[in-house]
């Protein structure tokens, strides 16, 4: 069994900064993409950023400039670090990781977390 745990989600006003955590967790074998989606309400899900096995990253251009994932591969964990950060990046915050735990990837899904910003 797989799982995603999530850390790091709250309330912050407009400029402020938070970082999430997801860490992997079981029977991995390898991991290949990792990333962050949101899902804010009445919207559709949308991806926000994803990073590969190595440093390839890729962003939704409304957070390019201002979020970073970054990946440590010895403790199957991807973070991604807001700054800068909008009302309209509010939104429920959900982790995903492309893993293989049975010899074949699968893709799993954190619980999501939630990220609200307000003044």
């Known amino acids: 069994q797989v799982q995603l745990v999530e850390s790091g989600g709250g309330f912050v006003q407009p400029g402020g900064s938070l970082r999430l955590s997801c860490a992997a967790s079981g029977s991995i074998v390898t991991i290949n993409t990792m990333g962050w989606s949101r899902q804010a309400p009445g919207k559709q899900r949308e991806l926000v950023a994803r990073i590969i096995s190595g440093t390839s990253t890729n962003y939704a251009d409304s957070v390019k400039g201002r979020f970073t994932i970054s990946r440590d591969n010895a403790k199957n964990t991807v973070y991604l670090q807001m700054n800068s950060l909008k009302p309209e990046d509010t939104a429920v915050y959900y982790c995903?990781?492309?893993?293989?735990?049975?010899?074949?990837?699968?893709?799993?899904w954190g619980q999501g977390t939630q990220i609200t910003v307000s003044s």
């Open positions: 995903h990781a492309e893993i293989n735990s049975v010899g074949y990837y699968h893709l799993y």
